[in-house]
């Protein structure tokens, strides 16, 4: 799923979400997500000095780096109002089980295969047929929307060109292709956090100096 259709998608399903504050005293937060309709796609927010807790409808997430965490991932709001992830750095900061945020892609090993395939077909003409029948038959041996078929797919195929006194084409290197990619759940987290801390920031420069939040 691409960052827009990320971007898209938690807009919709927090198009109702209002912010509870539970806790708010320095560094120690608690903020809670969810639409007054309904429980769907609720999430929490809490802070703690050197960490961030996002909870919520689905998996957790345990962030460190700096004392405020709301300043760290601040760096996500920019001045027009977007929001910016950076997936890449910000997983670096998490101190819970940093793979469990990436999954197996079917788009990344498609990507690839096409990639070499096109290359290969200057030598091996109709290999990339050969390739689409190995694994889009009816009766095919391999299921490529699971990683362990994709790789066993890759490594077993060979195309040869009717010649067997001639090499066939085969995939080289399969073990370092990396099919690999954020979890949707785990962007749609930072969305969250991102969001959250903008919801947070205009509450409290909307509340009267010296009045409750």
């Given at each position: 799923m691409s960052e827009t259709e990320i971007a898209e998608r938690f807009k919709r399903e927090t198009a109702?979400?209002?912010?509870?504050?539970?806790?708010?005293?320095?560094?120690?937060?608690?903020?809670?997500?969810?639409?007054?309709?309904?429980?769907?796609?609720?999430?929490?927010?809490?802070?703690?000095?050197?960490?961030?807790?996002?909870?919520?409808?689905?998996?957790?997430?345990?962030?460190?780096?700096?004392?405020?965490?709301f300043e760290f991932f601040?760096?996500?709001?920019?001045?027009?109002?977007?929001?910016?992830?950076d997936a890449v750095y910000w997983a670096e900061k998490l101190t819970s089980d940093r793979d469990s945020v990436m999954k197996y892609s079917k788009e990344l090993f498609d990507q690839q295969v096409a990639e070499e395939l096109k290359e290969a077909e200057a030598d091996w003409p109709g290999v990339t047929k050969?390739?689409?029948?190995?694994v889009n038959d009816f009766f095919a041996s391999y299921n490529t929307e699971y990683e362990h078929d994709a790789r066993a797919a890759?490594?077993?195929?060979?195309?040869?060109?009717?010649?067997?006194?001639?090499?066939?084409?085969?995939?080289?290197?399969?073990?370092?292709?990396?099919f690999?990619?954020?979890?949707?759940w785990f962007l749609w987290a930072l969305h969250g956090i991102v969001w959250g801390i903008s919801q947070y920031d205009q509450a409290r420069a909307a509340a009267p100096q010296g009045g409750e939040q």
């Open positions: 109702t979400h209002v912010m509870e504050i539970k806790h708010d005293d320095g560094l120690y937060r608690h903020l809670r997500f969810k639409s007054p309709k309904h429980g769907r796609y609720w999430f929490d927010l809490i802070t703690v000095p050197h960490a961030l807790i996002f909870r919520g409808d689905g998996e957790s997430f345990v962030f460190s780096r700096t004392d405020d965490m601040r760096s996500g709001l920019w001045s027009d109002g977007s929001l910016h992830i050969a390739w689409d029948e190995t890759v490594d077993a195929f060979e195309f040869w060109l009717g010649d067997d006194t001639e090499e066939p084409f085969r995939f080289q290197d399969t073990g370092e292709w990396e690999k990619d954020y979890h949707w």
